[in-house]
């Protein structure tokens, strides 16, 4: 077998290495053995061992500029950018194709596809043979958190896609740091992925839990090739953390700056697309800035939590990168997230003007070419794919804490929970203790968005945002959860809130992006005791005089509606959530069960059908 890179001439280039460096072989067998029987089953022309240095991601870069996988755009209005354009069938998430493998089906849980992890194997190895001839095999060693940090946890991603590699490099703490800590910690997570042959009917993205394993074959996509992003750190991570006595959750991290100088760290979960980059990267409104409001950014989409010697949770965001969604994305709802993708970027299935910028819908300027390539026509559709991407260093974004790269992480004042829900759901309410915070988290719904192939605007149950990626029963989880409610923890509050909601003209009432940070205050305050709340049978909602509402452009009818209680409406909410629930069967927790109906006695015992907030 060839070893080197294979790169066109005059591209200087390391020679690769099929087993790791000679002073850390002998601590490395496991990973040393594996790599042969990947490349014994994959038949790869040339190995590279990814080391994460300048000379090699310019080399990498050079020759997919060369092959046409990654084009330069506009150098002096985005340096170092590149537009990549997957296959027009390859374009999301699949959750169809997403399985998860354990012994035990019910390990699994109705919450996952699942197949016996023996067949899986046989059927995926069966895609792998061969499949990587004519092509090089990329090895990522890569670390999940700061490289130091107990919390972090190390993989390595086996690919055929130099994209990948780029990404990942972004993505991840890649390259030789964390191939050291893989040596002295000898344990990690494997990865395999391929683009095959782009085939659909050839494409799965499979996980084994309990081998800390994924296989992913036939897309080229983020979150299918990425093995770090959602495979490792939510899939597996949700279960080496169920094992570990941790969480690993679908949320971002930001801290919030008050003008005494104290910070507050939030960790919110949203689904795909529903914001959670533009609230990890806030602006504070006017008034809020010039009273000294300051907000930074840990996280964007992933957060990982672990008890400290103090009882709080601690957090990291184990990425360090954004893999963001392009659309919805501009100077008026973001910033922030534009001045990050200024340079340095690569952006995936955008479109391109004139002056060959990128683009997507709601920017300023006009599309030339769409995000297949082809002249923009609007019969055609969107200029830019509506799940386009940007993958670009979160050390870039203008909001970027230091802190994000502390080893121990930072403490989690308050947990936030929230969706896209048109109707019934208040602007915010506050949970009245863990075991009910757990249930608000469990009935989470949310229309769906382009993130994920199938329809979009369809409500759905997604737990903590986790639907597509709890890689274990969901009763379980849920199980889990509520184990944090013990002696000596000082757990956060937690809560809920609804940006989406609309009124009868279906327009947003509430203005959301920056003048989400009023919501924040009132649930900082609830945290440190200086707010006050009224008590409903769903939770605590803030009082009118308890928000700051200045200046907002808000009349007493659109008021009214954010905080309304539909008692009616939540009576029909909880019957659901109650038939949901039940889907789990006897892993369900009978805690939250109990739970549960004490929400639905609370609002059988009200006459009324809608309960206003008082002020």
């Known amino acids: 077998m060839r070893m080197g890179l294979g790169l066109p001439s005059p591209v200087p280039f390391s020679v690769a290495r099929v087993r790791a460096p000679k002073d850390m072989a002998s601590q490395l067998t496991a990973l040393n053995d594996w790599v042969d029987e990947v490349a014994r089953l994959t038949q790869p022309d040339a190995i590279h061992w990814c080391d994460g240095s300048e000379a090699e991601i310019r080399a990498l870069t050079a020759q997919m500029e060369a092959d046409g996988t990654l084009i330069r755009l506009n150098p002096e209005t985005h340096p170092n950018c590149w537009l990549h354009r997957s296959n027009p069938g390859d374009v999301a998430r699949v959750e169809k194709l997403t399985l998860v493998c354990t012994p035990n089906r019910e390990d699994a849980g109705p919450n996952n596809h699942w197949e016996d992890p023996a067949a899986a194997h046989a059927r995926l190895d069966a895609l792998f043979e061969g499949c990587m001839k004519g092509r090089t095999m990329y090895v990522i060693p890569y670390c999940m958190g700061p490289i130091d940090s107990p919390i972090s946890r190390c993989g390595v991603e086996i690919t ?73 750190a939510l899939r597996i991570g949700s279960f080496q953390a169920k094992r570990e006595g941790w969480l690993a959750e679908h949320m971002l991290i930001v801290g919030i700056e008050n003008p005494q100088g104290e910070v507050h760290y939030i960790a919110a979960a949203f689904p795909s697309a ?40 601690w957090a990291i965001n184990p990425e360090a990168g954004f893999f963001g969604v392009a659309p919805g994305t501009s100077e008026h709802t973001n910033p922030n997230a534009m001045a990050t993708v200024s340079r ?162 279906g327009k947003f009432l509430w203005p959301g992006f920056g003048d989400n940070l009023r919501v924040l205050e009132w649930i900082i305050d609830r945290c440190t005791g200086k707010a006050g709340a009224e008590e409903t049978p769903i939770g605590l909602l803030p009082r009118m005089e308890d928000l700051d509402l200045a200046g907002l452009d808000l009349d007493a009818a659109a008021l009214a509606t954010l905080f309304e209680v539909d008692a009616d409406g939540w009576r029909g909410e909880l019957e659901a959530i109650g038939e949901y629930l039940d889907g789990y069967g006897e892993r369900l927790p009978q805690r939250l069960r109990e739970e549960q109906q004490r929400v639905a006695t609370a609002l059988g015992a009200s006459n009324e059908a809608a309960i206003a907030v008082a002020g």
């Open 160 to 232: 055929d896609s130099p994209y990948v590699v780029a990404n990942m490099r972004i993505m991840t703490r890649m390259g030789t740091p964390a191939l050291a800590r893989i040596e002295r910690e000898g344990t990690f997570v494997k990865g395999l992925h391929s683009t095959g042959d782009l085939d659909p009917d050839r494409r799965w993205i499979v996980h084994f839990p309990e081998e800390l394993t994924i296989k992913s074959i036939g897309s080229g996509y983020g979150g299918n090739a990425l093995l770090g992003k959602k495979c490792h």
């Open 274 to 313: 529903c914001g959670k980059t533009n609230l990890a990267m806030l602006i504070p409104p006017e008034g809020y800035r010039k009273a000294g409001w300051k907000v930074w950014t840990i996280g964007d989409d992933i957060c990982w939590m672990t008890p400290g010697e103090d009882g709080r949770l």
């Open 344 to 505: 340095d970027t690569i952006f995936t299935n955008v479109a391109v003007t004139a002056d060959n910028q990128p683009w997507w819908e709601g920017l300023p300027g006009e599309p030339v070419t769409d995000w297949q390539g082809r002249p923009y026509d609007p019969a055609n559709g969107p200029a830019a794919h509506p799940n386009a991407r940007f993958t670009v260093s979160a050390r870039q974004c203008p909001t970027w804490s230091e802190h994000a790269e502390a080893a121990r992480g930072v403490p989690i004042s308050a947990i936030v929970f929230g969706g896209r829900r048109p109707s019934l759901v208040p602007l915010v309410f506050e949970a009245r203790d863990w075991a009910h915070g757990v249930l608000v988290g469990a009935a989470m719904g949310s229309e769906t968005t382009a993130a994920a192939a199938g329809a979009v605007g369809v409500m759905r149950r997604d737990p903590m945002a986790m639907k597509p990626f709890c890689g274990y029963n969901y009763g379980d989880y849920f199980a889990h959860w509520l184990s944090f409610d013990r002696a000596g923890m000082q757990l956060p509050k937690i809560f809920h809130v609804n940006w989406f909601r609309k009124g009868a003209d």
